[in-house]
């Protein structure tokens, strides 16, 4: 019996969370309002929060918030749901324009994962309306009223999770009749999501409603390239006679068509993932400081990795340094799995097994960001594990950073994002003709196969509109150039893997690099490499000795 009791215990799931948010409601107050503006008349607009997931049996990994409900609601906690009206509700409590919905208190649960909140104190992060999410099953119900609910599409990776009942005084595992899972079940049903849903036949139709006489070829023209992508949808009629040659008004009448099709169903799955881009891509104050704030963090990572490294470190090692400074200054996690890779690990764009434990003289690319309250950075060194960059590692990493400081100062208000990654491309395909590694500048992509920059903020990959930078725009600027083994040119230049990245606010005076205070230019690394490290006397005993 003991043992079934202590069973039970360890069978119990784990689920923390991370940081709560350190902006205060007034920040989220104005969040949605612009986002209000941007909606279109009488919709509303349904978010959830993310999932859980499941690390392994009875553990989950540490909660992260979905960006785009933490970036409205500053709200840390799972199975809660969001709406925001563009047009006022009125209750018997008066005219409100949103409402979230959380988990009930329940002692049980709290004493395993953690507070939960009373609606009094969820009140006071500055929502109209909080609800116990029991309320969404009802509230969710009359959703035709509404011209159109704008959503993110499902993606059907929820796990329907159990929670614990007591009854009489017995304590009673079931499933949560109110976790995510249900919740967004009783979404779909209430918008009479399609079970066939198909997301390119849903675009084409969007296409057609749009088309108009102006630029109905443009529209054609879209609506063929969704169908290049399946081929089935050539079996629709509409979009079948949509494509056809058009006779006089034919687009009205397909329209006509689209429109009837469509009857049943208000909800809109483009919107509000544009919205969300126009509203996250101008960074507020409060979020520039704690961008800022989190990559000030990283750069001291990167300084305090660079003296401390030497060619006995393995990449965990290395790893480690970085993630220990971050949780020293408050950082809860990084923003993304910290890639550390020696040599030919660095030529892997995505590596993060960060397993090689003899760094030997080769160059290690270090691409790490602390995520700061939800904010990450997103900063890149390469640096010669033995201080000294060899002849073939500096032709290179000069090409990478010439590169690079062309496109930090060309990022200016007004130039698009595609000018700047154009210049950078051209400066290292200029380069590696130079050298002699390739002979025309296309074959550049090879060796420099990603883009020059995204925008960063609660996601490391920040939605944005990618077309012209504007003020108060935190971006990367991180070109690159990777050649693994085999690659047709010298041997010489074979797993060499540079990246240089930086996170640069735009400003109207200019750009301000945000990460310069992390050494880029090889001859300042390498007298920083030669700087004492604060760890040089944490020396750790053999372990083997102390394996019993
Ligand atoms: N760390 C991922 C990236 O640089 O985009
Ligand atoms: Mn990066
Ligand atoms: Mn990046």
Known sequence: MKNLIVLTLLLFFFSGHTQKSKLTAEHYQNARKSFRQKMPDNSVAVLFSAPIRNLANDVDYIYHQDPNFFYLTGWHQPHSVLMIYKN???????????????????????????????????????????????????????????????????????????????????RYKVDDPLDLFDLKATFREAINFPNDFNRLAYTAYQRIMQADEENFEAFRDEVAYLVNQDSLLMEDEIIRDFLKEPAQDFYNEAKMKTAFALRNYNFDIETLAGIMADLR???????????????????????EVMKAMHPGMSEREIQGIHEFVYRKYGAADEGYPSIVGAGKNGCVLHYIENDEEDLHNQLVLMDLGAEYYGYTADVTRTIPANGVFSAEQKALYQIVYDSQEAAINASQEGNSFRSIYKLSYDIIAEGLQQLGIINEASEARKYYPHGLSHHIGLD?????????????????????????????????????GIRIEDDVLVTSEGPINLSAGAPRDWERIEALMKEESALKDFILPEINSLIQ
């Not at 409060?286 to 990167?302: C, M, T």
């Not at 944005?464 to 041997?491: H, K, Q, R, V």
Request: include cysteine; charge should be negative; charged fraction near 30%.
């Open 88 to 170: 006022a509700q009125t209750d018997s409590g008066g005219v409100y324009h949103e409402k979230i919905y959380v988990p009930e208190r329940n002692d049980y649960m709290e004493m395993w994962n953690g507070k939960r909140y009373d609606l009094e104190e969820v009140k006071e992060l500055g929502f109209d309306r909080v609800a116990e999410r029991v309320d969404f099953k009802h509230d969710s119900q009359n959703l035709d009223r509404f011209d159109k609910v704008l959503m993110f599409e499902f993606k059907n990776d929820i796990r329907n999770q159990k929670t614990y009942v007591f009854r009489d005084n017995v």
């Open 281 to 303: 891509e101008i960074k507020t104050k409060n979020e520039i400081d704690l961008l800022k704030k989190a990559v000030a963090i990283s750069v001291v990572g990167q300084i």
């Open 460 to 496: 490391v990959h920040d939605p944005g509109n990618y077309g012209n930078l504007e003020a108060n725009m935190i971006i990367t600027i991180e070109p690159g150039i990777y050649i693994p083994e085999n690659s047709p040119c010298d041997p010489k230049w074979w797993n060499i």
